[in-house]
């Protein structure tokens, strides 16, 4: 299969990395990230060690027949990266949306239209980007994508590549089973500046409740309920974590982070229906606020090359 990552970070790096094997791979990302991969091959290192030869570049000009555009950037810029190659896809393009919170695969149909199918994924990998042409896989996972008739091939291509892929019977459910986790985990240890596994601290446990349960109140409104224990599940899933929020890293870069459509999205959604969501309105007014350098502490702000 022709595979495009488009908006190849840690996570985009590590699928392309693991499906180059038995795929057609280009990686599309930063001129550093690309230039480095082009040179000396794509690191991987954590979890698997290993340096991987992968086609990488900063734009595409052409996409074959029955391709499938793995959409991996952050939510905030997967409109301007689906821009210049909207023209380019057909009926037989897939666009598969590998991202966190609400609402990415309507931004990606607006910005192509109806010139080809966009299917919502989801991805539990971890990962971190270490320096251009180097990403530490931090976590194995799997991945989730919607049911259509292109979904179990592409499940199958990602299974054999060691990405655990399974075709969903409910993407709405388990968009939202992620966004749940994703508002406690992300904002919280990113405020505080530390690893994933600070999450499962027994101090935290009173406002984590009150996340969830703003976050369940509002996804009640969409039709989708839980028979979850969300904070058992985020204890025993994260407490062994030492990889990084990709907020935290996003606040490091002085990167915009994607607090709009996690935590922001469920302070907006709620009051419509009557739902008032003060604690997910406060978590997105600091990381707002954090966003600007001016107020992001020294400690957090990753060194700068000379």
Known sequence: MEIIVLGAGAI???????????????????AEHVGAINTRGLRIEGVESRVVPVRAATAIEKIGSNALILLTTKVTDGAVA?????????????ILCLQNGLGSERIARA?????????????????IFESPGVIQFMAPG????????????IARTFSDAGLDCR???NIAADVW??????????PITAILGCEVGGI?????DPLKQLVIDECVAVAATQGVTFEVDFMREISEVFRPSRNLASMLQDLRRGHPTEIDYLNGAVATLGPRHGIECPVNDALTKIIKALEAASL???KMLEPQPA
């Not at 985009?12 to 930063?30: C, F, H, P, Q």
């Not at 190659?85 to 393009?93: H, M, N, R, S």
């Not at 799997?142 to 091939?153: F, N, V």
């Not at 499962?200 to 935290?204: D, G, K, T, Y």
Request: charged residues 20%.
């Open 12 to 30: 985009g790096s590590l699928y392309g990395a693991k499906l180059v094997a038995e795929n057609d791979v280009t990686l599309i990302g930063r």
């Open 82 to 94: 689906l821009a210049p190659i909207a023209p380019l896809v057909g009926e037989d393009t897939t």
């Open 111 to 127: 910005a192509v239209g109806d010139r080809a199918p966009v299917l919502r994924g989801i991805t539990q990998f971890g990962a």
């Open 142 to 153: 799997y991945t989730l994508i919607e049911q259509h008739e292109r979904s179990d091939r």
């Open 167 to 169: 075709v969903s019977a």
């Open 177 to 186: 089973h992620k966004l749940v986790i994703n508002c406690v985990v992300n």
């Open 200 to 204: 499962a601290n027994p101090q935290l």
């Open 296 to 298: 992001v502490p020294e």
